[in-house]
């Protein structure tokens, strides 16, 4: 069982900069690849990043590619998601996932992962 809590999430204008955080419990988070995804009411969740266990290897949306930048810190049994040049289009409620095997490399799928954290809302003004 892993329990996720994202925060960090808030209101701001395009062009501005956003870290949501990711804290993992119950598990041994250094074995575990992450993923961040999003979600806007009436769509399906979004894959937005994810990174391998072993932090070696990531993966990005198109959309975010370049402006977005997932990290981990095993210490701390955090994962993170540096949003820099806000859209307005990046407005969503936001989701860490973990899988259930471990030592997996990036899933960029939301089936392929089993434990979700309860979101955290980011709002980009225009």
């Known amino acids: 069982q892993v329990q996720l809590v994202e925060s960090g999430g808030g209101l701001v204008q395009a062009g501005d900069s956003l870290t949501l955080s990711c804290a993992a419990s119950?598990?041994?988070?250094?074995?575990?690849?992450m993923g961040w995804f999003r979600q806007t009411p009436g769509k399906e969740r979004a894959f937005v990043a994810a990174?391998?266990?072993?932090?070696?290897?990531?993966a990005y949306a198109d959309s975010v590619k370049g402006r977005f930048t997932i990290s981990r810190d095993d210490a701390k049994n955090t994962v993170y998601l540096q949003m820099n040049s806000l859209k307005p289009e990046d407005t969503a409620v936001y989701y860490c996932?973990?899988?259930?095997?471990?030592?997996?490399?990036?899933?960029?799928?939301?089936?392929?992962?089993?434990?979700w954290g309860q979101g955290t809302q980011v709002t980009v003004s225009s």
């Open positions: 119950g598990r041994t988070f250094s074995r575990l690849a």
């Open positions: 996932a973990a899988p259930r095997s471990a030592f997996s490399d990036v899933y960029t799928e939301d089936y392929e992962y089993e434990y």
């Open positions: 990174v391998s266990w072993s932090g070696g290897n990531t």
